[in-house]
């Protein structure tokens, strides 16, 4: 497994990550997803302690777009064909080598990235060939609190949870879900 300690930016695919990969159109044609609060506080946390948060997901929408301004995520690349190539302006972008970055994927078009970043992870529900080629497999699925389970493996290694959590008993925090 990689050094969860040199973990700078978790990239993250939105459609079987985010969400649980369902995509609801309605009947004039709005598209609906569905996202965990769990994740979005897990997302929240990690900012406000120094962990940048980035999207790279292939499909286009405001709905992604809104998620990301809610959570404060900046480094946003949608409609993407090439990830592997978004992966390598992020880093010329952030200034960082690929052992400072995770990456969580669930299909097919994620496994470019997957192969090469220094931490590579998969929710539950991920296909096969993506679960064969990933460092650490989630016990929860997209949509489901994966992202969450990362974000805090991330932070125990880095030794700033017990930090979270005095930060809650103390006074509690206002970051956002």
Not at 113 to 134: H, I
Not at 147 to 176: F, H, N, P, S, T
């Amino acid at each position: 497994m990689a050094d969860l300690t040199k973990i700078k930016l978790v990239l993250l695919d939105v459609d079987g990550v985010l969400t649980d990969g369902q995509i609801i159109i309605g009947p004039t044609g709005e598209l609906c997803k569905q996202f965990n609060v769990a994740d979005g506080l897990g997302i929240s946390i990690a900012q406000r302690l120094g962990i940048k948060i980035g999207i790279i997901t292939g499909r286009k929408g405001e709905i992604i777009t809104r998620r990301a301004q809610e959570l404060g995520i900046t480094i946003l690349y949608i409609g993407i064909s090439n990830k592997k190539q978004a992966l390598e302006q992020i880093l010329q972008q952030e200034k960082l080598t690929l052992a400072e970055v995770a990456y969580m994927g669930d299909d097919l078009n994620d496994l470019s990235v997957l192969q090469v970043v220094g931490l590579s992870a998969a929710p539950a529900n991920a296909v096969v060939e993506v679960k064969e080629r990933v460092q650490y497999i989630c016990q929860r699925s997209g949509g489901q609190g994966a992202v969450r389970e990362l974000l805090e493996q991330l932070l125990k290694a880095q030794g700033l949870w017990k930090k979270v959590i005095k930060e809650y008993l103390q006074q509690g925090q206002g970051d956002v879900q």
